[in-house]
T-cell receptor, first 112, second 115 residues
Framework: RKEVEQDPGPFNVPEGATVAFNCTYSNSASQSFFWYRQDCRKEPKLLMSVYSSGNEDGRFTAQLNRASQYISLLIRDSKLSDSATYLCVVPGEGQAGTALIFGKGTTLSVSS | GAGVSQSPRYKVAKRGQDVALRCDPISGHVSLFWYQQALGQGPEFLTYFQNEAQLDKSGLPSDRFFAERPEGSVSTLKIQRTQQEDSAVYLC?????????????FGPGTRLTVT
């Protein structure tokens, strides 16, 4: 099992739609999780951190299920500007978990 | 304030050439990371510095890859005898903490193309 696996996508949705991305991770000892956003040919930027059962920030909700080793990202009322690749991220196991382990990313395209 | 900067932004190298990629982290950030991102993939960890000490280089794909951060600020990633499979975007990130749960701020990356 790969360390971080994500829905392959792409997801093509109309403006205003609700869309959810899923991610599974292999390290059961992980304590923190992240969703990063990466626009085309740009660097990844932190979207949300998840330390307990979940986190909500405006239209974005991240949920964590430790028993199933599963993280989700829900985007409500999608905007054109939400079009990007969303990366599920978990701290690695080497050197006290300093590095980040990224999934391959899920591409979202929101159309008018 | 200034973010993480990287130079050059684009580099074309002929197979067999050596290249050096530079990273200027956010001032005062203790931790510095290098990642490699191939087309259609997520970034993959290469190496980690805490100040000037290289504490983890487990992700470096071969002994052709070498990184340094001699004064604990600017870092250079050097690739010797470049191969076509080295073509990728090389991302540098810095963090104010020494654990993975601290937010990492990424630079714009250097896009390396080996011909």
């Amino acid at each position: 099992r790969k360390e971080v696996e994500q829905d392959p996508g792409p997801f093509n949705v109309p403006e205003g739609a609700t869309v959810a991305f899923n991610c599974t991770y292999s390290n059961s000892a992980s304590q923190s999780f992240f969703w990063y956003r990466q626009d085309c040919r740009k660097e990844p930027k932190l979207l949300m951190s998840v330390y307990s059962s979940g986190n909500e920030d405006g239209r974005f909700t991240a949920q964590l299920n430790r028993a199933s080793q599963y993280i989700s990202l829900l985007i409500r009322d999608s905007k054109l500007s939400d079009s990007a690749t969303y990366l599920c991220v978990v701290p690695g196991e080497g050197q006290a978990g300093t590095a980040l382990i990224f999934g391959k990313g899920t591409t979202l395209s929101v159309s008018s | 304030g200034a973010g993480v900067s990287q130079s050059p932004r684009y580099k074309v190298a002929k197979r067999g050439q050596d290249v050096a990629l530079r990273c200027d982290p956010i001032s005062g950030h203790v931790s510095l990371f290098w990642y490699q991102q191939a087309l259609g993939q997520g970034p993959e960890f290469l190496t980690y510095f805490q100040n000037e000490a290289q504490l983890d280089k487990s992700g470096l794909p071969s002994d052709r890859f070498f990184a340094e951060r001699p004064e604990g600020s600017v870092s250079t990633l050097k690739i010797q005898r470049t191969q076509q499979e080295d073509s990728a975007v090389y991302l540098c990130a810095s963090s104010n903490g020494d654990r993975g749960w601290y937010e990492q701020y990424f630079g714009p990356g250097t896009r390396l193309t080996v011909t």
